[in-house]
């Protein structure tokens, strides 16, 4: 039997690494040469000791980073952030703080702000350059838009409740009783500020009297004690009930025909099992949003989210409870795995797959965010199983009977396996 170079040269690279180092062999779940992870330095253990300058309550934060599962290959974008960490802006009223593409790389598409607003605080009437969807965590919030056709509306939210205003429609916001509230916006542009928005006072305080006057058609001295600054974020009075507000601003226009508003958090849940559920809101059934789609995904203890993708558009998350491991893969190969906490912010380019599993005690419960009309995802499981079970098994030397055995459908969420 004839040998080629070909040959020569494998066997010899072969023979070369065996002699050169100590590396173990490749194994499942540690498939790299060089091989990954603790599980090599058993007959070193000083290999993985850090003795430099450290900060140990930063870094027991992320177990998943410096101790990384033997998987774990290359490098990613660094696709963790946190309002926990991010400055606030105090008012009276309420206060605020941001995460936009200027404080994370790899946050494109969405930038992100969380908000308080004490009871009668008030974000001042204004508008912005990009969409605002809004999340609230916590309380109840009023809140005012008016449309293109001058058809106002105005809701009261609550816990759970989005809002979506298409980017230059004005509105405010009002923290209601007995504690105001707190919530998340997020914007359809990575490069969008809150410290940037368009406010009625700035706008009021920077034009002339005379054509201030013209405008409103009253003297020029009705203005003589307005601002001379903007007001942001201001404590103002309890409003009253939500009927009268909605009689004082309504015109012969009407309402407007799709609602500014709606419940997520006690809305239909798309996907449901042992491991957890999904609620989606889109523009299918929250047609105002029209370039925002989301999803609320509540995971028991030990539940995954399954291993998926989105198509359409990068994923913006934010952790509301909980706590969570999030593993990224993209080609190279590289794989990168880190940990999330309530106030936390995780953030996945489109394509990328990704799996998100609950390491805590309590239910998960998380926002994905997206710059799309309508919510997508691809299901690993769901692919697998579409695809012809001999190809299937091949692809994994797996016999065809285990294939079998694989769940048939894209459940969004798993249960933890049956001890």
């Given at each position: 039997?004839?040998v080629?170079?070909?040959?020569?040269?494998a066997a010899?690279a072969?023979t070369?690494?065996?002699?050169?180092?100590?590396?173990?062999?490749?194994?499942?779940g540690?498939?790299?040469?060089?091989?990954?992870?603790?599980?090599n330095?058993?007959?070193?253990?000083?290999s993985?000791v850090?003795?430099g300058?450290?900060?140990?309550?930063?870094?027991?934060?992320?177990?998943?980073?410096?101790?990384?599962?033997?998987t774990?290959i290359?490098?990613?974008p660094?696709?963790?952030?946190?309002?926990?960490?991010?400055p606030?802006?105090?008012?009276a009223?309420?206060?605020?703080r941001?995460?936009?593409?200027?404080?994370?790389?790899?946050s494109?598409?969405?930038?992100?702000?969380?908000?308080r607003l004490?009871?009668g605080g008030?974000?001042?009437l204004?508008?912005?350059?990009?969409?605002?969807?809004?999340?609230?965590s916590?309380?109840?919030?009023?809140?005012t838009?008016?449309d293109?056709?001058?058809?106002?509306?105005?809701?009261d939210?609550?816990?759970g409740?989005?809002?979506?205003?298409p980017?230059?429609f004005?509105?405010?916001?009002?923290?209601?009783?007995?504690?105001g509230?707190e919530f998340?916006l997020c914007?359809?542009?990575?490069?969008?500020s809150e410290?940037?928005?368009?406010?009625?006072?700035?706008?009021?305080?920077?034009?002339?009297l005379?054509?201030?006057?013209?405008?409103?058609?009253?003297?020029?001295?009705?203005f003589?004690?307005?601002?001379t600054?903007?007001?942001?974020?201001?404590?103002?009075e309890?409003p009253?009930?939500?009927?009268?507000?909605?009689?004082?601003v309504r015109s012969?226009?009407?309402?407007?025909p799709?609602?500014?508003?709606?419940?997520?958090?006690?809305?239909p849940?798309?996907?449901?099992n042992?491991?957890?559920?999904?609620?989606?809101?889109?523009?299918?059934n929250?047609?105002?949003?029209?370039?925002?789609a989301?999803?609320?995904?509540t995971?028991?203890?030990?539940?995954?989210?399954e291993?998926?993708?989105?198509?359409?558009?990068?994923?913006w998350?934010?952790?509301?409870?909980?706590?969570a491991q999030?593993g990224?893969?993209?080609?190279g190969p590289?794989?990168?795995?880190?940990?999330?906490?309530?106030?936390?912010?995780g953030?996945?380019p489109?394509?990328?797959?990704h799996?998100?599993?609950?390491?805590?005690?309590v239910?998960l419960?998380?926002l994905e965010?997206f710059?799309?009309?309508?919510?997508?995802?691809?299901?690993l499981?769901?692919?697998?199983?579409?695809?012809?079970?001999?190809?299937?098994?091949a692809h994994?030397?797996?016999?065809?009977?285990q294939?079998?055995?694989?769940?048939?459908t894209?459940?969004a969420?798993?249960?933890?396996?049956a001890?």
């Amino acid at each position: 039997m004839s040998v080629s170079r070909r040959q020569m040269l494998a066997a010899g690279a072969i023979t070369g690494a065996a002699l050169a180092g100590p590396a173990a062999a490749q194994t499942i779940g540690n498939p790299d040469q060089p091989p990954q992870g603790l599980i090599n330095t058993t007959k070193t253990p000083r290999s993985p000791v850090d003795p430099g300058p450290q900060n140990p309550a930063l870094y027991n934060q992320f177990p998943s980073a410096y101790t990384p599962p033997p998987t774990d290959i290359g490098d990613l974008p660094l696709f963790w952030a946190s309002f926990n960490d991010a400055p606030r802006r105090i008012q009276a009223g309420g206060w605020a703080r941001q995460v936009t593409q200027s404080d994370f790389q790899a946050s494109e598409e969405i930038s992100g702000v969380n908000m308080r607003l004490a009871a009668g605080g008030v974000r001042e009437l204004h508008w912005h350059q990009a969409a605002e969807w809004g999340y609230v965590s916590y309380g109840e919030c009023r809140v005012t838009v008016i449309d293109l056709e001058g058809r106002a509306s105005v809701s009261d939210t609550k816990a759970g409740d989005l809002w979506y205003f298409p980017a230059g429609f004005p509105h405010s916001l009002q923290g209601l009783g007995p504690d105001g509230c707190e919530f998340i916006l997020c914007f359809d542009s990575g490069k969008q500020s809150e410290y940037n928005t368009l406010l009625v006072t700035d706008w009021m305080a920077h034009t002339p009297l005379d054509i201030l006057a013209q405008n409103f058609g009253v003297a020029p001295d009705t203005f003589k004690n307005m601002y001379t600054h903007d007001l942001w974020i201001y404590q103002g009075e309890l409003p009253g009930p939500l009927a009268a507000d909605q009689a004082a601003v309504r015109s012969a226009q009407g309402l407007p025909p799709n609602p500014f508003t709606f419940s997520l958090g006690s809305g239909p849940i798309a996907k449901q099992n042992p491991g957890g559920t999904v609620q989606i809101a889109d523009s299918q059934n929250f047609k105002a949003a029209k370039t925002i789609a989301a999803a609320l995904v509540t995971l028991k203890p030990g539940g995954l989210r399954e291993m998926h993708w989105h198509p359409n558009a990068d994923e913006w998350q934010y952790y509301v409870k909980g706590t969570a491991q999030m593993g990224v893969f993209n080609t190279g190969p590289k794989s990168v795995t880190n940990d999330f906490k309530a106030g936390d912010i995780g953030y996945i380019p489109r394509n990328l797959g990704h799996y998100i599993k609950n390491t805590g005690p309590v239910d998960l419960v998380f926002l994905e965010v997206f710059r799309a009309d309508k919510y997508e995802d691809i299901s690993l499981v769901d692919w697998l199983a579409h695809t012809p079970p001999a190809m299937v098994a091949a692809h994994f030397n797996i016999p065809v009977q285990q294939i079998a055995k694989f769940p048939n459908t894209d459940s969004a969420v798993r249960p933890p396996l049956a001890s």
